[in-house]
């Protein structure tokens, strides 16, 4: 028998990959895949955190291998990849968070229930994945990954 959060989880599952799709489709204009089983590529990454606040309080995390984070910067920013700075990438990181955080709440709320974000926090290096009932998945973008977190809070709120 399924538990709640079972449920829960393949809901945030679900709302998950239609944010990540949305934010690097439109962005990025590539094609998105659940690949939960790989690793991430690269061994520097950079990472981004984003609160939510309501109507629960909970993070949404990404992490972002340093040349697909470099990469997706030159892209959006149509720039040469020697005007890309850690900056510019930070910028970039914690644009991608504020935006498929707000992507995937949306779905999770009521058409007429608020939602509200606090604001990024970014940075560079490992980041320590949690094993409670927070959802981490692969996503795979073109040839690149990236991984996103979902903290236990809002796959507790989604049951």
Not at 19 to 33: D, G, P, R, S
Not at 112 to 118: I, N, V
Request: hydrophobic share 40%.
């Amino acid at each position: 028998m399924e538990s709640g959060i079972d449920r829960a989880k393949q809901a945030i599952d679900s709302f998950l990959l239609s944010a990540v799709e949305e934010t690097m489709e439109n962005m990025l204009f590539e094609e998105v895949e659940s690949d939960s089983d790989a690793e991430l590529k690269g061994k520097k990454s950079f990472w981004a955190r984003l609160p939510v606040l309501k109507p629960v309080c909970g993070t949404v995390t990404m992490i972002i291998p340093n040349e697909f984070a470099r990469t997706i910067t030159r892209d959006i920013y149509a720039c040469k990849d020697q005007n890309v700075n850690k900056t510019i990438i930070l910028d970039t990181v914690s644009e991608l968070i504020h935006i498929l955080a707000g992507c995937l709440i949306k779905r999770l709320v009521n058409e007429s229930e608020d939602f509200e974000l606090g604001l990024p926090e970014s940075g560079t290096g490992s980041f320590r994945l949690q094993i409670d009932n927070s959802i981490s998945r692969v996503f795979a973008i073109g040839e690149k990954n990236l991984r996103v977190i979902v903290s236990d809070e809002i796959v507790r709120y989604a049951e």
